[in-house]
């Protein structure tokens, strides 16, 4: 009797009842969500640690089984709503639509994890992580999947069928190709360099035209991301590197070797043929006992019959020829230096600088500072042999050397100054004295400046 007047009262307003219903429908729900998440997730995560298999590890840490266990609830709201009273039976579809649609969801954002994982997993592989990245195709299947699971969820809410939906896709076909043009380029590109295994993570690749050079460190659908010398990073349009020109690095660090090739600028005046008292000191040099043993030989055959007593007719040593011969043979000893790969040391054309010898070989170690510590470590000791050749390096005048020039021109230091030894003062003041100060200052500036 005591329930009489609550009945009544529910009887008077039905809706009240109605959305008790709902609320305790939604705190089942947030029940069931609580406790599937704390307990079946920690189990899960149980599992997954004590298998050896990294997959199920993968397929955790990603979430997938995060996204499935949102479904259990949205499932038995969408089995319990019908039974909520005098709730009207066009809210009752509707509400059931939208829950269907929130599982498509789930499942889709769940397939997407496991895209993820899959991509992960085939990282992890020897071969999977650098020469032949999938990034790009994992990027196209999520969206393939968000597509199909958008027309799916659409089609549930309109209480439609999906290929009534696909029918009228038709006619936005130029509108879709206008959207996905990048993607579709992208997508070709990335099947091309992928099949012509143009570009690996890790490479070194140059395009000079997009500021880029340096290492690549992503590969994805749209983008290649380099991360240049200077930390800087430059993403690059994954089509460009099929439409336009990028040197790729890799050929270096397989081969082993990294190219020397550095000039030295020789003074054309400082080249003469080498004396005999020269050539006898030159013989204590191991580089060199070989070459000028053989060339001892070679000249004296030809000069006994070919320069018939005069020297001009004759073949001689020159200081430059010796040079090459040393550096050649310095290169060739060099521990740093690849023996099987090219060593030659060249005379290229001679010009306003001067000779060119050009060296060209190739380090043992690929690694930039060592590189050029090798490198470096090779022309500080070839520079600094010239001398012993009786040759010099050319060097454009500094301002140092056209104040001494002047000083030297100008008839002297002033009253008070001490007179420059590289530039002493002419005797007598007479204009064959002041030619002969020229001559002489030019002549000693030259010297100064070797």
């Avoid at 196209?140 to 199909?148: E, Q, V």
């Avoid at 010796?322 to 043979?329: D, E, I, L, N």
């Avoid at 306003?352 to 170690?365: H, K, S």
Wanted: proline letters at 5%.
């Amino acid at each position: 009797m005591d329930l009489d007047w609550l009945k009544l009262w529910l009887e008077r307003y039905p809706w009240v009842l109605t959305l008790a219903s709902l609320g305790v429908l939604l705190l089942v729900c947030w029940l069931i969500d609580r406790v599937v998440r704390k307990w079946a997730l920690r189990v899960m995560g149980h599992l997954a640690a004590r298998t050896r298999t990294r997959w199920d590890d993968m397929l955790f840490n990603e979430g997938v089984f995060n996204h499935l266990t949102h479904m259990v609830p949205a499932a038995v709201a969408q089995l319990m709503l019908p039974l909520i009273p005098h709730l009207p039976d066009d809210l009752v579809t509707v509400g059931r639509n939208v829950l269907t649609g929130y599982m498509i969801l789930l499942a889709a954002m769940a397939g997407s994890a496991a895209l993820s994982a899959s991509h992960l997993i085939y990282q992890s592989t020897e071969e999977g992580g650098v020469s032949r990245p999938i990034k790009g195709y994992v990027q196209l299947a999520k969206i393939i999947l968000f597509l199909i699971s958008g027309v799916l969820i659409v089609s549930v809410l309109i209480d439609r069928s999906p290929l009534l939906l696909l029918s009228g896709l038709g006619a936005m076909t130029a509108v879709l190709l206008l959207v996905f043009k990048d993607t579709l380029l992208s997508l070709v590109a990335s099947v091309q360099i992928a099949s012509n295994d143009m570009v690996r993570v890790g490479d070194w690749i140059e395009m000079p035209q997009l500021s880029a050079n340096g290492d690549v460190i992503d590969i994805a659908l749209h983008t290649v991301k380099v991360q240049n010398w200077d930390k800087t990073i430059t993403t690059i349009p994954t089509h460009r590197l099929i439409s336009d020109a990028f040197r790729n690095w890799r050929g270096m660090s397989e081969a082993g070797g990294r190219r020397i090739k550095r000039s030295l600028h020789i003074d054309l005046a400082s080249v003469r043929f080498l004396q005999p008292d020269e050539l006898v000191a030159m013989d204590k040099l191991k580089l060199l006992k070989a070459y000028l043993a053989r060339k001892r030989e070679e000249l004296a055959a030809w000069n006994a019959t070919q320069s018939d007593g005069v020297p001009e007719n004759g073949r001689r040593l020159t200081n430059i020829g010796t040079f090459r011969a040393y550096a050649q043979a310095y290169i060739e000893a060099h521990p740093e230096v690849r023996p099987d790969m090219m060593r030659m040391v060249r005379a290229l054309d001679p010009g306003p600088q001067g000779l060119p010898v050009e060296v060209y070989c190739f380090t043992a170690n690929t690694q930039w500072g060592e590189h050029e510590r090798i490198q470096g470590d090779i022309f500080d000791h070839l520079i600094a042999m010239l001398p012993s050749l009786g040759l010099r390096l050319y060097q454009q005048p500094a301002g140092h050397d056209f104040g001494q020039l002047q000083a030297a021109l100008g008839g002297g230091a002033a009253q008070g100054e001490a007179e420059d030894p590289l530039f002493p003062r002419a005797q007598g003041s007479g204009p064959r004295a002041q030619s002969g100060a020229r001559l002489e200052a030019s002549s000693r500036l030259g010297r100064s400046r070797s």
